[in-house]
């Protein structure tokens, strides 16, 4: 895909080539300054004018005539060159390749050298432009009878630059690895509940696991029931599909330690269970998978990358439905922790099957917990739909998460849980736990639940019910799934370092 090369001449004859600005009052510099002379100073007047654009994520294009080997040369704004970050570049690849797609490029070249500023070094820049690359191109193929038609892609991307270290190449490479994994997991929510069954989700994980040499583990209904994970097959009571406990181990250190353990809520459909949603509310429930989703992905960019760390990922997976054999409110049952829970509410099931993928967690050796979880419509009415959720036992473990979610570009916020919360989510007369103490701060009420299981283990919690989709398109791809967490996730375990 990449071709890195550092002879870069205006003669040199392409397709496309896509050439930085930054906003300088100064005027043209470098290359554009040697292209404006084979234009007699046309691009001066064209930057004066307005059409070429060099404000921040502005994509302009010129055909050169035969001026310059390139066809068409592609301006991309970036603004004041004090301004520029990694995230506003990331999204102005990110529109760049949206126009390559409608344009159907399928061969270009980029001045890599034009992108970096003193906050983006030549490294940032390349994996900058190649997760935009794969991100800003996806598409979810769907199942219209005509969809078949292969679409013109970019199948070769020169990229100009020194690189002497071959650093250049390698983030590249590690680039499109973070956005070809989101995409890996956009595809799994984007699959409808009947194509994507718990025994889908889990033969999908095994292939995975064939691919990197992951350790796997998938849990039967029988398995389930000997080691007492009665929330888990609560939830799967109504189901005419079976239920599956997905665990895969990647171990990148010497010794089984300081193991990070991802839980991902896999609940293929949710309908609420008896405590039904309504009929506008149950549309898009194929969606809350996504936590599951976000983890695949995460092991998908460590199968790649390989780092020295340990991690474990459990995913919990089952619809939630109605039957004359599902759970219903008022049913009290028992997880494989042992703690008791009242069930109040079928439809907050999600908690309850996390409970004893943390337990499982634990149980194969998890020192540090991170639960991903399209959980609560609360997380939406408390953040709105561009920010995921977040709550913790722990400062310095959140500290770790938050950072990785900057450099990702996904925002968290994080909520707190006060004693009062925990009394709430204890306040059963009759067992340990309920699982839907009121609507008041839903979204901490979901969380904490789960945290009962992490029992003093560092834990984050990841709320994504509001993230994990979007109704819009944007510049790092289409509406649908957004992949959320998959990078972040994975950028937290390459940078993990254990706490004291
Ligand atoms: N899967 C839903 C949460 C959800 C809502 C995801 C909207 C995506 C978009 C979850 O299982 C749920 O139904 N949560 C309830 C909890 C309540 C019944 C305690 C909620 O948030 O309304
Ligand atoms: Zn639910
Ligand atoms: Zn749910």
């Known amino acids: ?59 302009s294009k010129i055909h050169t005539f035969g001026k310059t080997g390139a066809k068409k040369l592609y301006f991309v704004g970036l603004g004041h060159e004090k301004e520029l970050d990694f995230e506003t570049l990331r999204e102005a690849f990110g529109r760049l390749f949206k126009t390559s797609k409608t344009e159907k490029w399928t061969e270009a070249a980029v001045l890599l050298d034009t992108f970096t500023s003193d906050a983006v070094e030549l490294n940032d820049a390349a994996h900058a432009l190649s997760e935009a690359l794969a991100m800003a191109t996806y598409e979810f193929e769907g199942y219209k009878q005509k969809s078949n038609e292969p679409e013109k892609r970019i199948e070769n991307l020169t990229v100009y630059s020194v690189d002497e270290e071959g650093e250049v190449e390698a983030a590249l490479e590690v680039g499109y690895a973070f956005g070809k ?42 398995e389930m029931e000997k080691l007492g994970m009665g929330a888990l097959l609560a939830v799967n009571q109504g189901s005419a599909e079976p239920p599956k406990m997905i665990v895969l181990k990647y171990q990148g250190k010497e010794e089984w330690t300081d193991v990070i353990g991802l839980v991902g809520k896999g609940i293929t459909f949710d309908t609420g269970g008896y405590s039904i949603k309504t009929k506008a509310g149950i549309v898009g429930m194929k969606s809350d998978m996504g936590g599951a989703a976000a983890v695949l992905g995460a092991m998908e960019i460590i199968g790649e990358l390989k780092p020295e760390q340990n991690v474990v990922a459990v995913i919990p997976s089952t619809d939630n439905m109605i039957s004359g054999t599902a759970f219903k409110p008022d049913d009290v049952i028992t997880s494989m922790s042992g703690k008791t829970i009242e069930v109040l509410n079928t439809d907050a099931e999600g908690r309850l099957v996390l409970a004893d993928a943390m337990t499982y967690a634990k149980h194969h050796g998890a ?15 408390a953040l709105g739909l561009h920010t995921s959720g977040a709550l913790t036992n722990n400062e310095a473990l959140f500290e770790q998460v938050l950072e990785a979610s900057y450099e990702a570009g996904e925002p968290i916020w994080r909520l707190p849980i006060f004693e009062r919360d925990l009394e709430r989510v204890r306040s059963s007369k009759i067992a340990d736990l309920n699982n839907s103490p009121g609507a008041e701060g839903h979204m901490i009420m979901g969380g904490a639940f789960v945290g009962e299981f992490a029992e003093g283990t560092p834990w984050v919690h990841l709320d994504i019910a509001g993230t994990a989709t979007t109704g819009k398109d944007h510049d790092l791809g289409p509406a649908g799934a957004t992949g959320v967490m998959a990078r972040t996730l994975a950028l937290l375990v390459e940078r993990f370092e254990p706490i004291k």
Do not use: W
Request: glycine share 6%; hydrophobic share 40%; aromatic share 6%.
């Open 181 to 222: 994994a989101t995409n890996s997991a956009r595809t799994l929510v984007n699959t409808p509940g009947n194509l994507l069954t718990a025994s889908d989700m889990a033969e999908y994980a095994k292939k995975l696991a064939e691919k990197y040499e992951f350790e796997a583990e998938i849990l039967e209904k029988e």
């Open 1 to 59: 895909m990449f071709n890195v090369n550092n002879e870069f001449k205006l003669t040199n004859s392409h397709d496309c080539l896509v050439i930085g600005l930054f906003n300088k009052p100064s005027g043209l510099e470098g290359v554009t300054a040697e292209a404006d002379q084979l234009f007699d100073g046309q691009l001066t007047e064209l930057v004066k004018n307005g059409e070429i654009s060099a404000k921040k994520k502005a994509v």
């Open 367 to 381: 020192n540090y917990l991170v639960d991903i979880a399209t959980l609560t419509g609360g997380v939406i009415t």
